[in-house]
Antibody, heavy 117, light 109 residues
């Protein structure tokens, strides 16, 4: 099970930190991702972190503004978002993959981030 | 690179439909393709992974394939049911990035 938290309303240029708590699977053996979905739009992959945290990737749309991290001791994933823009408004899902480039096997229910003045 | 899907497809109950996912640059076969179903208001769930594998619990009516000649992947749903109405997305991973397809809305009329 994956449970996201930390979403909310933030002004343009502001910051927000999302969290994702994992349970029921071997979190430290899984790569973790953030995927977002703007209202009425399709799915967009945001960021990936490898099982040990050694490999980190970002979509071009968030590079330099978002930072992904994880704490395997606490079975937790994080996304620090800064310099937020209106176009970052979306439901943010955390999702787990067992193998590199593999299926996003587990998904959270999502947390809504709204960037508006 | 991008993965392009038709915006919408529709078919009658009991029929078969296919959704394409075309890669504009690079080889479709170089990385696995996964397919997700997202019903309105729900979280995406996998219906096909690693090109043609069905997760446990997914009906045998769902199948996946790769066509290297057209550089595309396909999701086929046979024996359509009204419960299959949903948005469907393909997904692949290449050069450190996951890329989702543009999504296809399936209507079962």
């Amino acid at each position: 099970q994956l449970v996201e938290s930390g979403g909310g309303l933030v002004k343009p240029g502001g910051s927000l930190r999302l969290s994702c708590a994992a349970s029921g699977f071997a979190f430290s053996n899984y790569g973790m991702n953030w995927v977002r979905q703007a209202p009425g739009k399709g799915l967009e992959w945001v960021s990936f972190i490898g099982s040990s945290g050694s490999f980190i990737y970002y979509a071009d749309s968030v590079k330099g503004r978002f930072t992904i991290s994880r704490d395997n001791a606490k079975n937790s994933l994080f996304l620090q978002m800064s310099s937020l823009r209106a176009e970052d408004t979306a439901v943010y899902y955390c999702a787990a993959n067992r193998n590199d480039g593999g299926n996003l096997e587990y998904w959270g229910q999502g947390t809504l981030v709204t960037v508006s003045s | 690179f991008k993965l392009t899907q038709p915006p919408s497809v529709s078919e009658s109950p009991g029929k078969t439909l296919s959704i394409s996912c075309t890669r504009n640059r690079g080889n479709i076969g170089s990385n696995y393709i996964h397919w997700y179903q997202q019903r309105p208001g729900s979280v995406p769930t996998a219906v096909i992974y690693e090109d043609d594998q069905r997760p446990s619990g997914v009906a045998g009516r769902f199948s996946g394939s790769i066509d290297t000649s057209s550089n595309s992947a396909s999701l086929t749903i046979s024996g359509l049911k009204t419960e299959d109405e949903a948005d469907y997305y393909c997904l692949t991973f290449d050069n450190g990035q996951y890329v989702f397809g543009s999504g296809t809305r399936v209507s079962v009329l």
